[in-house]
């Protein structure tokens, strides 16, 4: 038995699929629902997955795969289907909105508009090329804080979407950043960085860096030796030094995102 948003969002998704061949973005059925943040979409596409309505296929952009429809959706649209494929070439092959109804007693009508033509038509009203880049859904971590591991600031419900061309192999993760200690860098407080998994890098690189297992800061790496500094790219902030055995490198620097 579905929630009622959860039957919307599988109709919207099957929907959206039906009429551009591929899956909805997050923003997009965040505003379809009504929701105020993605966590909000995550947590219903997770449901929905293990309900088995659901399927994420991994390493691809949206990815959402409509496995099955409740089954008073389906003994609904059987009759619709039979209807399209009995029409006049030419004529629409979708099924009517009302197909898409919620079971009674399940709440609102979830009827989405769709503008059919050379774009795909988000529902903010923006045209969207049908070539779009694809994208990839990375998981958003916290903002960067002293006295926490990196694994403790990830917040399972929240992600970021990057364009796909971005990532190189290997693991990727998202980091929202806080302060100014890098600015002469570029990268200025509120930034999100995409950080790719690693525990080597090289000398000079922008790295993820837990000092004495406790401390995670974004900074510049440099071998002096047999010591290790990490560098601020801010006149107004020092360089700290520390023993081989005090640092451990948990991400590099590969990308930013900003918003104006």
Same mark, same amino acid.
């Given at each position: 038995m579905l929630t009622r948003k959860q039957h919307e969002l599988l109709m919207f998704i099957d929907r959206h699929l039906r009429e551009t061949g591929f899956s909805p973005s997050f923003e997009e059925m965040k505003d379809a629902l009504r929701l105020k943040s993605k966590s909000g979409i995550h947590r219903l596409i997770t449901a929905l997955e293990e309900r088995g309505f659901l399927k994420r296929r991994a390493h691809r952009a949206r990815a959402l795969e409509v496995v099955r429809l409740p089954d008073s959706v389906a003994?609904?649209?059987a009759p619709a289907a039979l209807s399209a494929a009995m029409q006049p070439a030419g004529a629409s092959a979708f099924p009517p909105a009302a197909a898409y109804a919620a079971p009674a007693g +399940? +709440?609102?009508t979830f009827a989405p508009n769709v503008i059919r033509g050379t774009f795909a038509q988000n529902l903010s009203g923006v045209p969207r090329p049908a070539n779009e880049a694809a994208a990839v859904h990375l998981p958003l971590y916290g903002r960067?804080?002293? +006295?926490l591991p990196?694994?403790?600031l990830r917040d399972n419900g929240a992600s970021v979407e990057v364009p796909a061309a971005l990532l190189a192999s290997g693991e990727h993760y998202a980091l929202e950043v806080a302060g100014d200690s890098m600015v002469e860098a570029g990268i200025l407080d509120g930034d999100t960085v995409i950080i790719r998994r690693t525990d080597v890098a090289e000398n000079g690189a922008i790295v993820v860096a837990l000092v004495d297992d406790a401390e995670v800061t974004l900074k510049r790496l440099r071998r002096r030796g047999n010591s290790v500094a990490l560098e601020p790219a801010?006149?107004?902030?020092?360089t700290r030094i520390f023993g081989p055995d005090r640092v451990r490198v948990q991400g590099r620097l590969i990308g930013l995102l900003r918003k104006y």
């Open positions: 003994a609904r649209m +399940g +709440g609102a960067i804080a002293a +006295g990196i694994e403790a801010n006149r107004a902030y020092e």
